[in-house]
C-alpha cells in the first residue's frame, strides 16, 4: 500500500487537528512519509519527554507514522528516573517520629523495595500530597512542632520551585521544613544514552517543558559532540508533527543542528531568572539515576549555605543502594531499549493497580501511556478524540 494514499491519511489525521487545523497536520503527515520515502531507511527518534509519549499515544499519532521511522521513548519521566535507593529512604523516613512527609502525587505509589509512601500512609504514617513546593511550606508553618520533609524530585522544570521554597523558608525562618533532593538534568542523561552501545538513534524530540528553562541552546553539545539533530517540541500534536518534519529534513539533509518548533514558549538562552534561582541554591553533582547508573554532573544538591535543609543531612540518611525488581524493565524502557510490551510482567502482573515500576505508576510513564493508550485500536482512539472535542466545545 502506498503510504500516502489520500484513503488513508484523512481518517487518520482528524485525530491530530487540536492545534493548527486538519489541512496543516495532514501536510505535515504527507511531508513525513515522503521525507522517509527519500531516507530510504528505518530512522529512530527519541522523544525525552513523557509528556510527549503520552500526546504521541493519546492523539493515535503513531498511527499516522510510517512503519521505518520509530518512536522511541527516553529517560523524560522524572519519576521514572529517581533511583530506588531514594524512594526506600523517602519511605524510611515516614518511621521517624514526627515527620510529615509532603510528596507530589506522581511520587505516591511508586514502589520501593519495602512498599511505597501510600502504602505506609495507609499504616498510619503521615504522607501529604502538594500540588506545589509551596504546599509543603504551609505545612511546615502550620505545624511548627513537627518535621516537614520535601521529597524534590523532577528535572530543569521543577528544581526552581524547590529552589524558592528553601529561599523562602530561609528567608522567614522556618526551621522544620527540609529537602530530600532528587532533581536531575536532561542534557547530561541524553549524553549518556549515546554513549551506550545499546542505543541507536538518529535524533532527538527534545522536551518543550525543560527547555523553556533551559532553552534550546542547551542541546548544542549533542549536536556538537554526537553529531544527532535536536529539536524542541510542544505538545500538541501539529506541534509533535512540525517537529519530526523538522528533524527528518535534517536527517535526509545529513546534517545536524537545534531547531526550535516551539518558538511560543522557549527561547535560545531560556529562563534566565530561574536559571539563576537554580545557581543560587543548588550545585551540580553527580548522581544516580535509574538504570542509568551514576551520571556525572548530572544532579542538582544544596548548596553549603543551605546544608540545614538537607533531610539527608538533617535525619543522617544513609542513601543505600539499588534494589529494583529483578523482572521489572522499568530500566530498559527509560533507556529506549525495550518497549514496555517487552516486559513479561507488562499488562498481566504489571498494570496500573498494581505497578512493579515507576514506568506504570506515573502520569508520564512509557508504561502507564502504553498500557491506557497502547492496546487500543485506532477506531477506538478516533472515538477518545471525538468525545473530548465534544466536551470542550
Known amino acids: 500500500m502506498n503510504p500516502l494514499d489520500e484513503s488513508t491519511v484523512p481518517s487518520a489525521s482528524n485525530r491530530a487537528e487540536s ?30 519527554c513523557g509528556t510527549h509519549t503520552v500526546s504521541i499515544f493519546r492523539h493515535g499519532l503513531r498511527d499516522l507514522l510510517p512503519k521505518g521511522l520509530r518512536l522511541i521513548s527516553g529517560p523524560g519521566c522524572p519519576v521514572c528516573v529517581t533511583a530506588q535507593r ?19 502525587g506522581d511520587m505516591l505509589r511508586v514502589p520501593g523495595a519495602d512498599g511505597s509512601l501510600e502504602k505506609q500512609r495507609a499504616c498510619g504514617a503521615d504522607v501529604r500530597v502538594v500540588t506545589t513546593a509551596r504546599g509543603a511550606l ?42 530530600l533532593v532528587s532533581h536531575k538534568l536532561v542534557v547530561p542523561a541524553m549524553i549518556a544514552l549515546l554513549q551506550r552501545d545499546d542505543v541507536r538513534l538518529d535524533g532527538f524530540l527534545c522536551p518543550g517543558h525543560v527547555s523553556v528553562i533551559i532553552g534550546e541552546n542547551a542541546f548544542i553539545p549533542i549536536v556538537e559532540q554526537f553529531g544527532k539533530p ?26 545536524a543542528c537545534t531547531e526550535n518548533a516551539y518558538p511560543i514558549a522557549v527561547t535560545k538562552g531560556g529562563n534566565r531568572f530561574a536559571a539563576e534561582l537554580l545557581d543560587r541554591v543548588f550545585q551540580v553533582c553527580d548522581t544516580p539515576w535509574r538504570a542509568l547508573g551514576v551520571i556525572p554532573q548530572s544532579g ?13 543531612r538533617r535525619f543522617t540518611l ?51 501511556a502504553w498500557f491506557k493508550y497502547g492496546r487500543r485500536s485506532a477506531a477506538q482512539l478516533q472515538s477518545v478524540g471525538e468525545t473530548e472535542r465534544c466536551a470542550l466545545s
Open 19 to 48: 492545534v493548527g487545523g486538519r489541512g496543516l497536520c495532514e501536510s505535515l503527515v504527507r511531508e513525513i512519509h515522503q521525507r522517509m520515502q527519500r531516507i530510504g531507511r528505518p530512522v529512530q527518534i527519541m522523544e525525552v
Open 86 to 104: 531514594y524512594i526506600d529512604a523517602a519511605i524510611r523516613l515516614t518511621s521517624r517520629p514526627g515527620v510529615i512527609i509532603a510528596t507530589y
Open 138 to 179: 504551609a505545612l511546615a508553618r502550620e505545624n511548627p512542632g513537627r518535621e516537614v520533609v520535601f521529597i524534590g524530585v523532577g528535572f530543569e522544570t521543577t528544581a526552581p520551585a524547590t529552589a524558592a521554597l528553601v529561599l523562602e523558608a530561609q528567608r522567614t525562618g522556618v526551621t522544620n521544613l527540609s529537602v
Open 230 to 255: 535536536c529539536v524542541v517540541a510542544g505538545f500538541e500534536p501539529a506541534h509533535i508533527l512540525t517537529a519530526l518534519v523538522m528533524l527528518l529534513r535534517q536527517i535526509e539533509a545529513s546534517e
Open 300 to 312: 542538582l544538591e544544596l548548596r553549603p549555605t543551605f546544608a540545614e535543609f538537607d533531610a539527608s
Open 318 to 368: 544513609d542513601i543505600g543502594e539499588d534494589h529494583d525488581h529483578p523482572a521489572c524493565r522499568c530500566g530498559d524502557v527509560i533507556c529506549g531499549v525495550a518497549a514496555p510490551t517487552d516486559c513479561l510482567l507488562f499488562g498481566e502482573v504489571c498494570t496500573p493497580l498494581n505497578p512493579y515500576g515507576p514506568c506504570m505508576v506515573s502520569s508520564e510513564g512509557a508504561c502507564s
